[in-house]
């Protein structure tokens, strides 16, 4: 079945630094691929749309400028979160699929 | 009102037990429905489609009411490994955008 992977699975940062997630699709192509965000004990929230070569379409709400989504290459989205704040710490997933989508591990990112 | 409603639970079963998690949906132009499991600090996994027929998987049961905007599960002769967060969702249009509900925790005890 269809795999999606996600680096790095966990990441402490000190706040103001900025964190890359790489999201792969490991045996298929993927022109769109989705990243979300859940909060402990809330549900996921679509943070954007990752669109390969072109840009990204954002959630009402999410800034742009502070979750930059870059999607290069059929089986590559990644996102940074530029000059990460404590408030950011949370769990990020994405996904990836033709119809039924695949969710990554998701990345467990903490800002001190 | 949010997009999908889900009782938040927790439901505390016995082992063998059947139980059933209802959702409902705001946006009457949704046109694929999912149940997804998460278990705790892990990512969703795909537990089965939902059908306006209805369809079952082993001890697993979805059913649509397109009209009243409502899916349910079903899951008979609970075990312990069920014990998980169920996760309604809805494709938001005809993309594979997903709406999530806040889930419904099972919790099945011996």
């Known amino acids: 079945g269809a795999v999606v992977s996600q680096h790095p699975s966990r990441v402490i940062c000190k706040s103001g630094t900025s964190v890359k997630i790489e999201c792969r699709s490991l045996d298929f192509q993927a022109t769109t691929m989705f990243w979300y965000r859940q909060f402990p004990k809330q549900s996921l929230m679509l943070m954007a749309t990752?669109?390969?070569?072109?840009?990204?379409?954002?959630e009402q709400g999410v800034e742009k400028d502070k979750f930059l989504i870059n999607h290069a290459s059929l089986t590559l989205s990644t996102l940074t979160v530029t000059s990460a704040h404590p408030e950011d710490s949370s769990f990020y997933i994405c996904?990836?699929?033709?119809?039924?989508?695949?969710f990554g591990p998701g990345t467990r990112l903490l800002v001190l | 009102r949010k997009e999908v409603e889900q009782d938040p639970g927790p439901f505390n079963v016995p082992e063998g037990a059947t139980v059933a998690f209802n959702c409902t949906y705001s946006n009457s132009a949704s046109q694929s429905f999912f149940w997804y499991r998460q278990d705790c600090r892990k990512e969703p996994k795909l537990l089965m489609s939902?059908?306006?027929s209805g369809n079952e998987d082993g001890r697993f049961t979805a059913q649509l009411n397109r009209a009243s905007q409502y899916i349910s599960l079903l899951i008979r002769d609970s075990k312990l490994s069920d014990s998980a967060t169920y996760l309604c969702v809805v494709n938001r249009n005809a993309g594979n955008m997903l709406t999530f509900g806040g889930g419904t925790r099972l919790m099945v005890k011996p």
């Open positions: 939902v059908y306006s």
């Open positions: 990752s669109n390969e070569g072109s840009k990204a379409t954002y």
């Open positions: 996904s990836a699929g033709r119809g039924t989508q695949y």
